[in-house]
């Protein structure tokens, strides 16, 4: 089993057989094969594949003239955007690295992304600027600015000295020559974690996986040519999970959305001829709750892709009403996005709803370009069995899981320790081999030895008519070590008491699950809407006592 | 612009981000996620994904017991048949090269492929053991023999000292630990060019090209999931274009087919629910003349990809009107397969059928996992201008190209010179980009210093009722230099004699163009119906004086 057989002797690799992996060359191809094609919406803006590429290169050409190349960071603060769209090309095409910057965080954390990142220019929208200048008055690095004036926004919004979006591309070359990566492994983008844990990390893609993933996503879900695809997920969360290029690789359309409300998705359904949406299920509650006047009627099925929880039962029922095939999809930003999906069997369709529920709440199983998708004992590294039951630590392996950790070794190294990223996400294995989340390993409570999910806890008290959100932590116990310590937002208007809570989670839940104490108010929420558990831990530091 | 920006440190490939792409994967994921959907169709048996997946792994492992390994090339000659499909996995599973041979072969050519790939086993289905007896009988190598008994073959055919295909199978552990490759850049298959132009050569694809290209057949033709795919093309020919792969990453279903009869077509069409087939116009020719008790309404669009010619005007109108959407493809042994796409343009079915004809018969534009298609002209190396007049070499580069040819490194560097794969294809840009075929290299006629495309002599012909088959290569002439000369093979009940044709061709072409000489007969074909125009060049060498 030498190296050197007969098939390894004159036949390697030439530029003829080898080229990088990069999602750059199918907006070459899209428009070079369907210039004419609508590549963008926004408002009243039809823009073909031909402009889209010509302003891409003009992007890369105008930053390769600010000094932007290979390894430097671009920043961008942007709303899904035309310029949005562009920077997923244009930056890398000059070599550069894109920083997606979340445009609902506070200037403190921007600028330690700006920092993080060594940023050298910073592609800005008006109305984002004073955030922007008030982060840039807090940071170390002193990057170029840019600033987009979005015609779609007339609000206020300006930044001192930043250069205009359309003049620095007025000074790009159409037919510029952009770079090829010198090898598929360069980074492409960088995108930070929502902080959900508690530190954000700076997670670093690279050209192959953002072409695997990219491809990935329509063949998983079917997504033919000229799809048309509607922004209610934010390009800035995972590079919008690769669908920036995935679109470009079938010669669809992207609709455009500044903002997510449900008048101009309804809109948009109807009258651009919407197939596929993404986003979190709050995204299909903003749909669902939509005044009547808004819903319009579809005269297709149009496809949702959602991820970041699972979807609950209530949405399904009148999702499917409404015209939409839900797809439950999950992953991390150091997976690209979903790498993870429910594919479904037809026969599940015959099922009663709540059972359709049941298995469409489960995570599913590996995407086509993962390579393998596994439910570890941490500390063992041998799976869990199939039992729906034993928990253990969701591990991914494959050319969709990150370079690393930026500037972070001992992070990175600990995250991809043992061959496997650890995601530090719990689940299950069911019997038919798709897993199910169950909690986070930070957030997992053992009380006298036991492991107790909070998400469990947490979904007896959702089933109780008076909850509207709920969190649940570890608290420290003198006795068991750890109890459930619950906090709640209660729906407008509803009253109940602690006392009543505990007799109905009683009612509900293994004796030694049962909240330790229920705190009611306001949850603290990270900008993308995911509860921040490590400051409801640090607020329940004391020990408690009963039961 | 160092290699060393802070991008490059610390982020490092590791097994938990970095695997070798590999079609083999797309089985194991479908067996596990779709253990019961039929992959499989053969006559009466329905076999599943997880017994496909088991049976490749049963190979794999007896094929390892059997000292098959990397670097080892195992050669097959079957039919379309399951076994060929399980070749398709359990070969490359234990690291072995798969080497499929064209059945239609004689003994003395399979013999040559045999001893050039170095054969290490063979399987061969009964029906061609005779054939392969010889051919073992002329070779040098002595390769262990399995006989694959195909159910639905009940004629005659042995071999001696065989042993059975099942009962190897039987020895094998259908839980086989199988071999990911070392690299995604090691052999997964031989496969010998048709010889058209003479030399067959061993073409060798690796697991990165074959991965790419399998899922470049389901995004470039917008497969979706659970597909049904009609096995009218030969497997042996290119692994099949690669479908053998494509259809495990959609999970679709392989409807086996022996023989390629118009019965056996209409009856899979109609009661398999078949979604997609491939073949050259041969076998759209086929579909269409069936007799009508064959013929069956069908309930959907079928997809048909043709490729090997341009499908002809005639057989387009046909084709649509029975239910068939026609997609033209092209590429060659040494590009997986097709790697060209006749992209078609939605407003495009609004024009008069023959403009749609001619649209149709351009080859197109380069697939999604090549990155790039060119027509150069090979002297300078610079592109033709985008015309459709001026005649280069038709270029490829990218991922899916060949490593090289096996045991030739001076006909690799060759082909792979300057940075391109050099098809050995002529033909023009058009001024849309989509190139189109004008003639090969070697069959081109140069006359008087002027190029004369034998296809357009050929197409000449064709218009004439009488002619079924015309075949014009260049013949030595003492004034010109070259002049053409063509072989015609007249329709049943036909005559026409040669003035009348010369002067048919005087009315259709330029002077220049019009055959020096005109031979009626039977022309030479390869094993999969090519015409090997090499065997007419030479019974021409005699120079002619007209016109
Ligand atoms: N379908 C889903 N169901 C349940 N949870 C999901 C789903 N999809 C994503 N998640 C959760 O979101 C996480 C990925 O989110 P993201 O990468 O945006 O940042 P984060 O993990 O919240 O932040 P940090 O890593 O900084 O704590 C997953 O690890 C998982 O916990
Ligand atoms: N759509 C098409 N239209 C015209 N010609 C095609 C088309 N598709 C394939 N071909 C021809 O088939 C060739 C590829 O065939 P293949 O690789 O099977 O062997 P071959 O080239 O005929 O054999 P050899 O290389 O030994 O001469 C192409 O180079 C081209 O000439
Ligand atoms: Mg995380
Ligand atoms: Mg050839």
Chains 1, 2 share one sequence.
Not at 6 to 28: H, K, S, V
Not at 281 to 291: C, G, R, Y
Not at 499 to 506: E, I, K, N, V
């Amino acid at each position: 089993m030498g190296n050197d057989t007969p098939y390894d002797q004159g036949l390697d690799r030439t530029p003829a057989n080898y080229q990088p992996l990069t999602p750059l060359g199918f907006l070459e191809r899209a428009a070079s094969v369907f210039p004419d094609h609508v590549a963008i919406v926004h408002g009243a803006l039809r823009r073909s594949y031909a402009d889209f590429y010509a302003r891409a290169r003009q992007l890369a050409s105008a930053l390769a003239d600010r000094g932007m190349g290979r390894g430097d960071t671009v920043s961008v603060m942007l709303a899904n955007t035309p310029a949005m769209l562009e920077c997923h090309y244009g930056v890398p095409m000059c070599g550069a690295v894109l920083h997606s910057i979340n445009t609902r965080l506070d200037a403190a954390v921007i600028a330690f992304q700006l920092d993080h990142a060594m940023s050298k220019l910073v592609v800005v929208d008006r109305e984002f600027a004073p955030l922007m200048a008030e982060a840039l008055s807090l940071a170390t690095v002193t990057p170029l600015v840019i600033l987009y004036d979005d015609p779609e926004y007339d609000g206020p919004g300006a930044i001192d000295g930043a250069e205009d979006y359309e003049a620095l591309l007025a000074t790009g070359d159409a037919a510029f020559a952009w770079h090829m990566p010198r090898d598929e492994w360069d980074a492409i983008s960088i995108n930070y974690t929502s902080g959900t844990t508690g530190d954000p990390k700076g997670v670093v893609s690279h050209h192959r996986g953002a072409y695997l993933l990219a491809q990935g996503n329509a063949l998983t879900t079917s997504m033919a040519k000229h799809s048309v695809y509607l922004w209610t997920l934010p390009m800035f969360h995972c590079n919008g999970w690769c669908f920036p290029w995935t679109l470009s690789a079938i010669v669809g359309t992207h609709v455009c959305l500044r903002q997510v409300r449900s008048g101009p998705i309804w809109h948009a359904l109807a009258e651009e001829g919407v197939t596929h949406l993404c986003g979190a299920p709050i995204v299909m509650s903003l749909i669902q709750s939509a005044p009547e006047v808004e819903k319009r009627a579809l005269n297709r099925r149009v496809q949702f892709f959602t991820a970041a929880a699972p979807p609950p039962e209530s949405l399904l029922a009148s999702m499917d009403a409404a015209g939409f095939d839900v797809t439950h999809l999950y992953g991390l930003t150091e997976t690209y996005g979903p790498a993870v999906v429910n594919e479904w069997h037809e026969d599940w369709c015959d099922l009663p709803s709540n059972e359709q529920a049941r298995l469409k709440a489960r995570q599913g199983v590996r995407y086509l370009p993962l390579e393998d998708l596994s439910v570890l004992d941490p500390d063992t590294m041998q799976p869990v069995p199939r039992d729906g039951q034993t928990m253990g630590e969701v591990m991914f392996r494959g050319n969709v899981v990150m370079k690393g950790y930026f500037r972070n070794p001992s992070a990175t190294q600990k995250a991809l320790a043992g061959g496997w990223f650890h995601s530090g996400d719990l689940g299950v294995v069911h019997p038919d081999g798709y897993i199910q989340l169950k909690d986070r390993s930070k957030d997992i409570i053992i009380s006298g030895g036991e492991n107790i999910s909070s998400i469990e806890v947490e979904e007896a008290l959702y089933r109780h008519p008076s909850v509207a959100v709920a969190a649940v932590v570890a608290m420290p116990h003198e006795k068991w070590g750890e109890t459930p310590c619950a906090f709640v937002e209660l729906n407008s208007g509803q009253t109940v008491d602690e006392h009543q809570l505990r007799t109905w989670c009683r009612e509900h839940l293994a004796p030694y699950k049962v909240p330790g104490r229920i705190i009611f108010g306001e949850i603290p929420r990270t900008s993308t809407g995911k509860i921040q558990k490590f400051l409801l831990r640090a607020r329940v530091s004391e020990p408690c006592q009963e039961p």
